[in-house]
Every structure is written in C-alpha cells, then in structure tokens.
C-alpha cells in the first residue's frame, strides 16, 4: 500500500483550521482565497465557488502532499543502475511548478517562514522523508547566497549540507526535513537526490577524459560541512556512490530551529484522500465516487495487481515502510 | 466495433503466444521491443536479458529463428553504475543478400548483427580429418576435391560491429536512414548520426544539453528518420513537442526546421500537464506524408506540413485522466507506450493496461479495445472487443477502471508490413493474432 501520508478523507469532511501554525491561519485563508479567486489555473478556478477556505485549504495540503511524494520519489530512485533521466526531469518540472504556484499564492514564504521560526528536532521526520545534514549556525550563515530558482545545484563530493533557497523576494531558508539519525542506516538516501544522475564531474571526465573534477567540484561546493561531520562525510563518500554521481540536489539549509509543536501539527497530518488529490490536482471536479476510501485501498481489494502494487513501488514503499518504523520506533 | 477492411469486416483472432504461462515473470524475459523486419518474414523481440529472438513466418506461424545474446551486463567503473543488458531497440536494415542485418542497442551501446543461415557443410578436405584435427601430411597419398554437403539448418549471429561509447546518457532511439548507409542513435540528449561501416566515429547532429544541468528542464524521448528523405529526421522530447530537422542546414542540428507542438487546453490543465504531454513515440507513416505521436493519454497524428497541431487525435484511455496523481504514486504516469502503423497507414495501434490494446481506424473513424490474454488464446479465437466504463453504471462485460490491473501494460506493438498480422508484447509474453480473412 502507498506512504501512509496519503490517507485521509477530504477536505469537507473535517474542520482543517489545526493544520497551520497559530497566527498564520487567517493569513492563509486571505491567500487561500486570493488563489481561489485567480480562477486561472483550472483547479483553483473549480474549488472557487464551494467554500473557499476549506477547499483551498484541501487543495494547498493535497499539493503540498504532492510536492512531498516528488521529493520522495527523487530522492528514491537510488538504484544500481542509472536513474531514468526523462523521469526525473519530469518530477523535478513538477515540483518547480508548485513551489511558482506556492510562491505566487504566498504559501512558500508562509512555509518557510513557519520552518525557520520552528525547531526541527532532529529525530522526526518532517513534511518529506528528504535528508540533510545537522550544520552549525555559523556555517550555514557562511554559506548564505542569493535567492536561486528552485532547482538543481551541483553536489559535490563531501559536502551533505542542504539547501533550499527560493527565487525572487523570498530570503528566508526553507527546511524541508530532517532525519539526520537515521541517515547513517541509510547511506544512499543521505543526499538530496540529484535527479539527473549525472555530476558535472562525470561529465567532464567523459568527454574530456581527465580527472580534475575534484577542484572543479570544491569551486562550486557550498562550505556548509561543519567540523564535526568529518567521519560521516567519509562515511557518506564511501557509501553514497550515487549521491556523487547526482549531479543535483535540492539543498536544504537547516538552521536547527526550536521545536514546535504547530509545526509538527503542519507536516505530520499530511494525509488526504487518494482519490480526491487526484480530482483536485488534475483539475477535474467530479462528485466523489467512492466516499471516503482512497482510491488505493479500493483498488487492492479488487484482486492482486493493481494500482497500488507495481514492482517499481514495492521497493520504493519497504523503504518508507523502513523510514516510518523508524519514526514510530523512536 | 469491427474495424472493417478489404473484403469486409476485420476480425483479430488469436494465432500463436511466445512465453513462460505462469504468472511469476523472471526479470530476464521481459519483452523490451518488438519489431518486424521489412518483408514480415522475420519477427525480433528483445527483452532485458539482453536476448534476440527471430521468428520465421512459414505458414502463417512464427517459431524461433534465432536466439542470441546481444548484450551482456556491463558495469561503468567511472559512475560505479550497472549498465543494463536490456535491449531497448531493435532495427531491422533492409536485406541486400542472403543474410538479414539488425541493429539492437542497449542504453550505452549499439550492435550490428549479421543472421545469416547454413544449410551446407565442407567435407573432404585434405589436410583435416573430419573433426577438423590435422592429418599426418606423410600419411596423405591422393588428392581430392572438398565438396559441400548439406546439413541441418543452422542459423548463426554474429556481432559485425559495435557501436560504442557514443553516448553518455541512455539510448533511447536507433533509426536506420533510408540511404541504407547511415543510422541514427538518440539519448536523452544528444543524437548521433553513424555511417553502417564506421564504429569509431559518430557525428554528434542533435544536443539540447545546456551548459548548465541546472537549467535542464527538456529530454529527448524518440527520434526517428523519414522513410523516404535521407536528409529528415524528427526528434521528440518530454515537453510534448516534436522537431524535424534537416540536415542539410547544418551539421549540427539544433536549429529545427519545423517545431510541431499542440497549445495546451487550458481547462485541462494540472500539475500534471506536462508529464502526461511527454511524448514516449514517434513513428513516420510509411508514405511519409504523416507521422504519429503518442502520449501518455493519446496518439496524434500530425500532418507533416501543419505544425500548429496534429490532424487526428485518439484517445487511448482518457478515463484515467482523473486518476493521474495515483498514477503518479506508482510510477505509471512515466509508463512509455510505445504505437505502430499498419502496411498502408490506415490504421494506427497502440497498447493500454490490463492488456489491453488499441486501434483507431483513421478512415472509418472506428476504434477497438482487444485484450491479449492467455484466456482468450483458443486456436483461431476471435478476439471480443473489450469496455472500459469510466463511471456509473457498468454494464455487463465491461470493466470498471478501477478493477484494471496496471502492472499488466502493453508497451510494445508491431504490424506485419503487408498483411493483418499483429505482435502485441504482453510483459513476458509475446501475442500474434492475425485477421481471420488471412
């Protein structure tokens, strides 16, 4: 069965005023409607006329749910062989996508803002199963730079601090997850994934066939590594072989903010119902034809394969499974 | 729903299924392309063991030509990657003499096969015994003449050339030119342009990798020569867009001479758009006035002189339009069907889940639903057209999309040159029907 994230019954059915941090609920809802009444992009323009806030709210969480399930499958695609590039670039268009619309829609600055004011403690797993790095302070303000589109920055070998620094207006740093315990067990996952499999290293070396990419890599690297992480940053090396060939990632800078329990409240609840995070994000507005089942479940209690059980998922889904035990055991 | 044809209606029946029957697939044998050659004599599939098989049509059945591996597992040291053995194109070349020719590539490397037969043996020759140890030359006292003698049928491959280290990203195209003399070999990036004879050289045509990976946001997902212009070829790409290019503008291939590409509908639009737009084929119509693309969603026909939009478009299976986000969740939203046109480009195939296959008939405006299933596969079996009911009330034999079973997916289809024959590849099993008239 898909990441329990994905589970929960729509919108309309339960009052989703806890899911935001205090003091940013109607903020939102001014956004919300704001979006709601853009009306340009064809599911905004559908849940405009129902109740906005709440099915605004739906569509927000049920996109952020989609912009996690994209980090996730990016970073997932950890295999012995190559990575599908056409793939990959595909999700990554996605998740681009959401993060202009969530930008536009002030959902981004609200998210980040939010992270940054709050503490990651740093034995949960937040908003997506995506890793990063504990650094210090010092080193992360060190490594500030201007605001880049959200994309793919190069990942040098070594450096396992990330980032993610959002286009335009938007200053603060969002801290998208963190897992950094658990890392250790799972070396390949260490690293945002770069999706496109292939480092400017790599490259270099294949068409120029020398091996100067180590300076190449250092010009660019982020001095993010804090002292500290020496060993694991050998650790990493050895093990993350394919982290080095990604030649991108999604670089997460992480502040190490105090905990809140309003932000736990924001990331932990991502669960809406499968069916109808299809019908809202593929703009298609139908009455539910299944109720509060997502689509999922019904779909495997039809018979063996469907849906839900391709072979490709099933690695995919014993690694969450293996991530949320972990959760749950700690 | 009967496609009608010459002499009246077209019926598919069942004729031959190539394959293990039970359900547990082994990684290995999963089909990975199908092809037929230029007569329909010969069938080839190759799955991810890296293995060729050639079927001979004699007597309106295929059996097993040949069987060859054509590429082994290989492991890159610089990236600490496997490279799949996994056959992703095989190409015929048009026969020239006694012996057929094909190209077969993997992600990395291109191979050029030579299948030729022998039914004749040397036998007598002087210097050797039989079993080919050398004879005493004291213990020679005549002479004779070696002769040939038949012997059983033995078809034998043999690599004739490697095409490799052209590519840094994974092939996904060859395309042999109708000059007989060059091919072309797509990745996700770059395309190559090769002369038959040539393996340590390629001519790099096309390359849409920008100079920071940063900004890639666009791949190359199919390409393939006009059968009947040396000098045109098409490349399409993951934004729903197709290029025709020329090469006698230039050598190097960027600047397109025609952009084909469809406006979005904007009350369709979702995050979605884009992925479902991703072209995963495209094929020139023999008479190479048309070619056919195909989405995740649909199978366009594009006229070659009207690039605003294509002339014809078909729905595969547009009741899973609502369902793209678990589509998404599980991958299938990435799946890359592959479509075919038959001899005399009157009707277009293309595959679906649950087994299921398509054909739309551009002239009757008629299109079927089949199913390729063990169940169904009764010698001569005429195959009944399949529903899919979208929502509300399901009528008898149709299925709901919800019981669909999407691990069962039709990538792969041919069509006999000439005749109404079919190859529709199953995930491990590969599927002949034929038209009952045959």
Sequence with gaps: MGPTLWCTDVAAQRPRGNMFPKGTKRKFSDSGEEAGSNGDQGQAASTSVAAPRTLTSSYSLQRQSLLDMSLIKLQLCHMLVEPNLCRSVLIANTVRQIQEEMTQDGTWQIMTQALAAAQCPSDRLVATEVLCRQTDPATAAQAGQSPKPFSVVGLEEGYHSEEVVMEGEVETEVTMSTLSPVSQQMPSASYLAGPFGMGPCWEEEDEDGDGEDEDDDEEDSEECVSEGEEGDRDHLRADSRTGEQVFGTFEIKHPVPPADPALEELFSDVDPSYYDLDTVLTGMQSSPKMGPYDLLESLSSHGPTTLSSSSTCRSDLNELDHIMEIIVGS | ?????????????????????????????????????????????????????????????????????????????????????????????????????????????????????RDKRPDGYNLKEDDGRYKDPNSITSLRVPVLIPMDLMVEASPRRVFANAHTYHINSISVNSDNETYLSADDLRINLWHLEITDRSFNIVDIKPANMEDLTEVITAAEFHPLQCNTFVYSSSKGTIRLCDMRNAALCDKHSKLFEEPEDPSNRSFFSEIISSISDVKFSHNGRYMMTRDYLSVKIWDLNMETRPVETYQVHEYLRSKLCSLYENDCIFDKFECCWNGDDSVVMTGSYNNFFRMFDRGQHRDVTLEASRENSKPLQVLKPRKVCAGGKRKKDEISVDSLDFNKKILHTAWHPQDNIIAVATTNNLYIFQDKVN
């Design chain 2, 1 to 117: 729903h009967l496609l009608p044809g010459p002499g009246g209606d077209m019926q598919w029946c069942f004729s031959q299924v190539k394959g293990a029957i039970d359900d547990d697939v082994a990684e290995a044998d999963i089909i990975s392309t199908v092809e037929f050659n230029q007569t329909g004599e010969l069938l080839a599939t190759g799955d991810k063991g890296g293995r060729n098989k050639n079927q001979p049509q004699f007597r309106s059945e295929y059996n097993v030509y040949s069987t060859f591996q054509s590429h082994e597992p290989e492991f890159d040291y610089l990236k600490s990657l496997e490279i799949e053995e996994k056959i992703n194109k095989i190409r015929w070349l048009p026969q020239k003499n006694a012996a057929h020719f094909l190209l077969s590539t993997n992600d990395k490397t291109i191979k050029l096969w030579k299948i030729s037969e």
